[in-house]
């Protein structure tokens, strides 16, 4: 028997117990979290392999080019985004020693709040959208856009825009 | 491995005095927003004594319930009208003697300069250190003193940035523009009361934090103008009267996205977000000021006559996309399942220019926009998924490129979406 690689998939009952996190309890508590190695989105929020974006975001050197911060994933989890409202936060949780994130990146798009890298198992957990479960590798996690508007000088009137965008905060 | 190289941990004195500074802030921030009555004592006493300071004596007191009384016929504000000269002609004869609201403003520009000259020591780089980048604001600040931004700029953008972007912005703008699109004329400036906080707090932290000092009559003259922060709302000095207007009666704020230094904005969905007394206000929502009938009753005909797009986008999410779209007859571009999303669509559709023309606009027609309507991969309570519209740029025709679009992702790499939540 393997501890380290449950042979299902633990469920959001089991997860938020893990953690601490809690989630609305209109969702399926029970439900296996799928553990995945490929695309996902949780809301405003999108976890993608970092090899996918490998053009677009490349990890960078905090202070003095001393390469990027790394934060161990502590056992309650860490707090990657929360809604304009300041609430419902999506959490980063995994097995300590197994996950680490760093906020260190470039991305040309300005999407990207971080990447993380785990060994084992991660989960993103959100109270209202429930849980994403991915398997070990790294990964670049990315806001949501959306087109923003411009006001024309002295015009009441905003319009359109491409090429201009805003960051989406459900 | 963490910790070992380049990330100095922020020294404790640095991090004590960022606190105590954002302490400080939401002190002036909570006058700023303060909904208690007026402190009638506190203001007179404050605004006689500037008055003095500018050869005048104290004025006799009109109090007004809201800067809104200014508009209506009778209201105290224009049964003093006769006595506030400037506001009649705003533009002083040169060469005269400066009416007493020229003289409190030179007062007030003159108490700034030598303010600014004893905080620009605490602004200036350090040597060597790299200059702030301009996006310090959105930077966490441990994060930032970390990264090597000095204590004079992280305790401007914690103090006098953070209340810059609450007050002025997001509190009084809003009053400002609800104020001249009822006015039937221009109304010469006045002073701002508590929606001044925003100006005078920041000297307050430099000076409680022992990082500035100021000579005896800048600090007095700052304790003036504090006081009527503290105290009242708008007021206008008038010849002999002054008539001032009370505090906020009530207001609702909530965080601003993604703010690390305690920046709020106004939003209300069950009325004005901000209410004087005599139920003159404004209606904001998430920060946004919309006319008071997106709240009240929002139809597709009102909307299609909007020019503001930030108004239309309010009003159609009260309604909510899909009726909106049914309604105003939307035409759909093209249509495709949602990868990761089983059994629901992605929806495209043209967003109409609105019809309205706007006189004195320099810019030809935009660009048609699109609305990508997507549907949540997670329950609402209620057993519905949410159903919401992203504006996206007019150039895309696919559905899944313009889902794509959103997460900077190509068509291709979108497509590959294997669960959304």
Redesign the interface.
Known sequence: MSTDTPATAPTLADLTARTGLTVLDHLERGAAVPVLDGLQAQGDLLIVPLHLVADEVALSGGAAGSGPRWTPVPAEGLELLRSAAGGNPHTLAAAPGTCRWTPDVHDRHRLALGVLAATAPAYLLHPEHGGSGLAPGTYAVRRQREAALRHAWRDDRARWSPGESRLVAD | ???R????NPDTESLSLLRRAAAIRDEWLAHGLSTEPADRPAAEAAISALYRLVDRPPPRFVWADSPGSALYPGSPLRRAEPTLAYLNAPDAVKGADPPVHVRLADLWSGMRSRLDRAVALRLRTPQGAPRPPATLPAVPPE?AL???VGIGAMIDVTVRHSLTVSLRDAVRAPLLTEFAACSPRPLADAFRGQHDAFQVGPYDAWNRLGLASYPAWAQGLLDLWSATARSCGWWWPGEEVCVVAERTAALHS??M??AVHGEVRLHHDGGPAVLYRDGWGAHVL?GARVPAWVLTNPTPERIAAE????VRRAAIERIGWDAYIDAAGLSLVAAAPDP?NPGSELRLYD?PE?P?A?P????GP????RVLVVV??????D?TRRRYG??????LDDPVDAAG?????SRD??A??????
């Open positions: 491995m963490t910790g190289r380049g990330a100095e994060r970390r990264d090597g909530e965080p996205p993604d998430n020019a503001n797009v930030e990761g967003m609105s309205v706007v004195g606009a320099r810019t935009g660009p048609t926009g949540n991969g997670s329950l609402e309570r057993g992203l504006p996206v740029p007019g150039s679009w959103t997460y900077g992702l790499v979108y590959r979406l294997a669960r959304r939540t």
